[in-house]
Structure formats: C-alpha cells, structure tokens
C-alpha cells in the first residue's frame, strides 16, 4: 500500500519562505503523478500543483504561479513543494496526493493522501 507522509510546515511571517516534502513509501513514486492540495477553515479544497511521471516542470493554479516551485527525486522517493512569498491567505493545511493514471489539479482523480501539515503565514 502507498502511505504518503507531509513534513516540512510551520508558522512563517509573510514574505517568508517554506519546504514541504512528501515521502512515499510502500511503492516507487516515479509512474505517479503527484500533486499538492490545500484546504483552509470554511473553504474547498484547492489544487495547487502537480507534477507527472517524466516531467522536469511542474503546473500550477493561479493562486499560487510565480510563487511556488515542485519538484520531483524519484530516487529519493520525495515530492517537494517550495513555497516562496508566502502571503496570509496561504494559510491552510497542506496535502500531497498521488495518481497513477491521470494529471490534474482536481483532487478526484487522485487516489493516494497524506495527512496534511498546516501551514500558517502571519500578516
């Protein structure tokens, strides 16, 4: 079974920066296509950033391009998700997701979660 484990939130100021990670394990990561995802209190869950089996670059929601970088080390087995900019309305509890089929911002299509790590920015 694939069991994905986030690390890497805190509280930062805004303008700061931070580095979410996403271990894998159970299964190679490298013919999935992982995504980041975050829900704050009283709002839907957002699709912030993916990345495919392959690929070099990531894509990104609007919210969140020019600020925010993934990246993949399949040797590793670690999704990354640098966070530069950061701005209040960041604030939420991050998660990563993989799938094995498809590539989409739409958390439907995923079939694999963490448990999230909250991300809080302070104005």
């Known amino acids: 079974q694939l069991q994905l484990v986030e690390s890497g939130g805190g509280l930062v100021q805004a303008g700061g920066s931070l580095r979410l990670s996403c271990a894998a394990s159970?299964?190679?990561?490298?013919?999935?296509?992982i995504g980041w995802f975050r829900q704050a209190p009283g709002k839907e869950r957002e699709g912030i950033s993916y990345?495919?089996?392959?690929?070099?670059?990531?894509h990104y929601a609007d919210s969140v391009q020019g600020r925010f970088t993934i990246s993949r080390d399949d040797v590793k087995n670690t999704v990354y998700l640098q966070m530069d900019s950061l701005k209040p309305e960041d604030t939420a509890v991050y998660y990563c997701?993989?799938?094995?089929?498809?590539?989409?911002?739409?958390?439907?299509?995923?079939?694999?979660w963490g448990q999230g790590t909250q991300v809080t920015v302070s104005s």
């Open positions: 990345i495919s089996s392959g690929d070099t670059s990531g």
């Open positions: 159970g299964h190679n990561l490298e013919y999935y296509t």
């Open positions: 997701a993989a799938d094995e089929l498809g590539a989409s911002l739409e958390g439907v299509h995923y079939d694999y």
